[in-house]
């Protein structure tokens, strides 16, 4: 082993690892060590490269993963966000950098100071989004700030969806992961800045609140996502009139989600012992008569039935009389799972990454309209776009930050330039890029 080479620890080995791997394997002599709770997934991933090794690893085995993080110069980890508190501690106490692509949790915040005076870099939100939609829309800001300009208004969608062309199934929608976590972001209230106060929007009311975008000459829809008034801060933009981030999906799904709220679907309510067929289940959830299903769900919906969201849930299988056997106890996890059987990616169906931005700034002598646009797709039989646009953002980072090219300290998001030039840089050259149109008045 050459000394000299750095030492990678990647903590899971699902979905969206490939990508770094190759990258990190294809770009650099760093040695990547994967470790995951599966061992023949890390295996399989690294796929006998010769700097390559796998472990097998529960993240709550504290000596093991204690071992494995002292081992190494950086630890990437691709586990769920709660889990990064456990490994960021492990990194404090081993002196390592850490890189993941999550949301910066209070728990995260507070390892900011022991990082700064470590001299360590705790690198979050650093994949698509959180990430990307940073990255771009800060390097834009900043532009326009440089120039003299004031940023009035900002909107920024983003969607992992299905390329058009495999847009097959009624809800517009494909699952490559767990549905579970899509459906419980449907619970979620929101608030923006709107005429530059602050608007608030209920659960109740989050999927009364979309609004229909056409990006590329296709049809989308956007509704708010979570807290965006922190990003006034955030991205430097106070006392801005409009800042809006949301998530975009085809046209329509708002109605899908909607129904299936009204059905009390998006909920934990209990299915009954021996209830045997997805129309009992739906029946006794929502209160109706099992015998007359369609109509009565009609009735309730306040909808024809041959209306589309009826059609749709017939296509799901929710009107099935036949009997049939459920892992699941509670009404969310019962549609969890038949979504993740109805609305899987079929073999060689590309996904698409659809991010846009759009902002309204005032210069002196004029203003702009500026629009930036990332599409991007899955690639047949290989990496997925949802897979490359998270975790080679990561993988651009974990190189410039052992290279030394990224010496900043304490916890961070990529709102550096210093961070997002080299990592938009490079991107382009790996095919991930953004359209940018100005339309000056």
């Known amino acids: 082993m050459n000394s000299m080479s750095k030492n990678v620890l990647i903590l899971g080995a699902?979905?969206?690892?490939?990508?770094?791997?190759?990258?990190?394997?294809?770009?650099?002599?760093?040695?990547?060590?994967?470790?995951?709770?599966?061992?023949?997934?890390?295996?399989?991933?690294?796929?006998?490269?010769?700097?390559?090794?796998?472990?097998?690893l529960d993240v709550n085995n504290a000596d093991l993963l204690g071992q494995l993080v002292a081992k190494s110069d950086l630890v990437v980890s691709l586990l769920p966000y709660t889990l990064h508190g456990i490994v960021a501690k492990h990194c404090l106490q081993a002196d390592k950098h850490m890189v993941n692509a999550s949301y910066v949790s209070e728990e995260m915040k507070s390892f900011d100071a022991e990082a700064r005076h470590k001299n360590l870099l705790f690198l979050c939100e650093i994949g698509l989004d959180p990430g990307l939609d940073h990255m771009s829309a800060m390097q834009i800001i900043n532009s326009?700030?440089?120039?003299?300009?004031?940023?009035?208004?900002?909107?920024?969608?983003?969607?992992?969806?299905?390329?058009?062309?495999?847009?097959?199934?009624?809800?517009?929608?494909?699952?490559?992961?767990?549905?579970?976590?899509?459906?419980?972001?449907?619970n979620n209230p929101a608030q923006y800045i709107d005429g530059g106060a602050l608007k608030k929007i209920s659960a109740q009311d989050l999927f009364h609140s979309t609004a229909p975008m056409k990006i590329g000459g296709q049809d989308f829809e956007a509704y708010p996502n979570r807290d965006s008034t922190s990003y006034e801060g955030i991205y430097g933009l106070e006392g801005i009139n409009l800042l809006m981030r949301g998530t975009l999906r085809y046209a329509g799904w708002h109605k899908m989600i909607l129904a299936?709220?009204?059905?009390?679907?998006?909920?934990?309510?209990?299915?009954?012992?021996g209830t045997s067929s997805y129309a009992a289940i739906l029946a006794n959830i929502s209160g109706l008569d099992v015998s007359n299903l369609r109509s009565e769900v009609a009735l309730k919906l306040k909808?024809?039935?041959?209306?589309?969201?009826?059609?749709?849930?017939?296509?799901?299988?929710?009107?099935?009389?036949?009997?049939?056997?459920?892992?699941?106890?509670?009404a969310i996890d019962m549609l969890a799972n038949l979504m993740n059987?109805?609305?899987?990616?079929?073999?060689?169906?590309?996904?698409?990454?659809?991010?846009?931005?759009?902002?309204?700034a005032t210069f002196s002598d004029h203003k702009e309209e500026i629009t930036s646009t990332l599409f991007d797709y899955g690639i047949p039989h290989g990496d997925s776009s949802m897979a490359r646009t998270v975790s080679l953002p990561l993988a651009i980072a974990v190189k410039?930050?052992?290279?030394?090219?990224?010496?900043?300290?304490?916890?961070?998001?990529?709102?550096?330039?210093?961070?997002?030039e080299p990592v938009l840089s490079e991107l382009k050259t790996l095919g991930i890029e953004f359209s940018e149109e100005i339309v000056k008045s």
């Open 341 to 360: 059987q109805k609305m899987a990616y079929e073999s060689g169906e590309r996904d698409m990454v659809a991010l846009q931005h759009r902002f309204k």
């Open 14 to 56: 699902g979905l969206v690892s490939q990508p770094i791997i190759d990258y990190l394997f294809k770009n650099t002599d760093f040695y990547l060590t994967v470790a995951d709770i599966i061992e023949e997934n890390a295996a399989n991933a690294i796929d006998n490269h010769p700097r390559g090794k796998s472990a097998a």
């Open 400 to 420: 410039h930050i052992l290279d030394g090219k990224i010496n900043l300290t304490g916890v961070q998001i990529p709102v550096d330039p210093i961070i997002y």
């Open 260 to 273: 299936l709220k009204a059905l009390d679907l998006l909920t934990e309510t209990s299915i009954p012992a």
């Open 144 to 186: 326009v700030q440089k120039r003299g300009g004031k940023i009035d208004k900002f909107v920024s969608v983003c969607g992992g969806l299905p390329a058009p062309e495999a847009n097959t199934n009624p809800f517009g929608y494909k699952f490559s992961w767990s549905p579970k976590g899509v459906l419980l972001a449907g």
């Open 303 to 330: 909808v024809s039935e041959d209306d589309e969201t009826i059609k749709a849930l017939e296509w799901l299988g929710l009107f099935d009389k036949t009997k049939s056997e459920f892992p699941a106890t509670n």
